[in-house]
């Protein structure tokens, strides 16, 4: 009898550990998240799951290309977390001209786009400690061109893999 209470509480501190372990590694290092939209087709589609990575952004930093998970900003008016395509870093100059984006004057090469983007968009400067944002799938998503730049305080962690569906599992960045 004794050596069975002794195995209740072992087991029983053994799975308060194990759910505190979990949470705490959701919370503070990866978690997983589903796309809701199209607004990153081609590449992510609706129902694809993804690893966050919530940690090495803080010490490896942000680059052109990344796909970035964030709190939406308020100008957005929306209350709910986005998923875009990191386009310009702080310092740089956006501008969208007959479909082709441009970086500092430079066209940007943009292999992942659905397709280019009907609208012209004016040259900013993206501000210091923030990101200009776009979706892969131009004409349908909701991004920086219509709320504004991302502040860097927003940014919850990097898409590193798509784990589901299992036919498409992919790394994305190390």
Request: cysteine-free; glycine content about 6%; aromatic content about 10%.
């Amino acid at each position: 009898m004794h050596l069975e209470r002794k195995n209740i509480i072992d087991w029983g501190v053994t799975l308060v550990f194990a759910v505190l372990l979990a949470l705490g590694i959701r919370a503070y290092v990866a978690e997983a998240r589903w796309i809701p939209s199209e607004s990153m087709l081609p590449t992510l589609k609706i129902g694809d799951r993804l690893i966050i990575d919530k940690v090495s952004f803080h010490f490896s930093g942000i680059s052109r290309g990344d796909m970035i998970v964030f709190e939406a900003p308020p100008a957005s008016k929306l209350d709910e977390v986005l998923i875009k395509r990191v386009i310009g870093l702080p310092g740089d100059t956006v501008a969208i001209k007959n479909g082709i984006v441009y970086i500092n004057g430079a066209p940007l090469d943009e292999p992942y786009e659905l397709e280019k983007p009907r609208d012209d968009y004016k040259a900013i400067t993206v501000p210091e400690n923030s990101l200009f944002v776009m979706g892969d799938n131009r004409n349908k998503s909701y991004d920086s061109r219509f709320w504004g730049v991302v502040p860097e305080e927003l940014i919850i962690g990097k898409a590193v893999a798509r784990f589901y569906p299992f036919s498409s599992a992919t790394f994305f960045t190390l």
